[in-house]
């Protein structure tokens, strides 16, 4: 079992930065491919960044890559999402997912565990 909880969202303008956090429980965290995910209003959730075990391989979506960076510190077991010149349609809740395996998958239906999610507001 893994447990995700978020923190680090709020309100914030249009250009500015976010750093959110991901607290992991578990003895497995250190092997678990990592993912951030977004859901709008009204939306789908849709994949944002994912990280494998080893922090040596990431990917992100089109529409944040250039501006959001996905780390992670297995010692403290915390994954890391850094998200710079935010705009307004970063408006979301933001989840943080694990999966067992190394793969990276942008699909939600691959990860096997999620965080109750950390709004993010960007105002214009």
């Known amino acids: 079992q893994v447990q995700l909880v978020e923190s680090g969202g709020g309100l914030v303008q249009a250009g500015g930065s976010l750093r959110l956090s991901c607290a992991a429980s578990?003895?497995?965290?250190?092997?678990?491919?990592m993912g951030w995910f977004r859901q709008a209003p009204g939306k789908e959730r849709e994949f944002a960044a994912a990280?494998?075990?080893?922090?040596?391989?990431?990917d992100y979506s089109d529409s944040v890559k250039g501006r959001f960076t996905i780390s992670r510190d297995n010692a403290k077991i915390t994954v890391y999402l850094q998200m710079n010149n935010l705009k307004p349609e970063d408006t979301a809740v933001y989840y943080c997912?694990?999966?067992?395996?190394?793969?990276?998958?942008?699909?939600?239906?691959?990860?096997?565990?999620w965080g109750q999610g950390t709004q993010v507001t960007v105002s214009s």
């Open positions: 997912a694990a999966r067992m395996g190394s793969r990276i998958y942008a699909d939600p239906g691959r990860y096997d565990y």
């Open positions: 990280i494998s075990w080893s922090g040596g391989n990431t």
């Open positions: 578990g003895r497995t965290f250190s092997t678990n491919t």
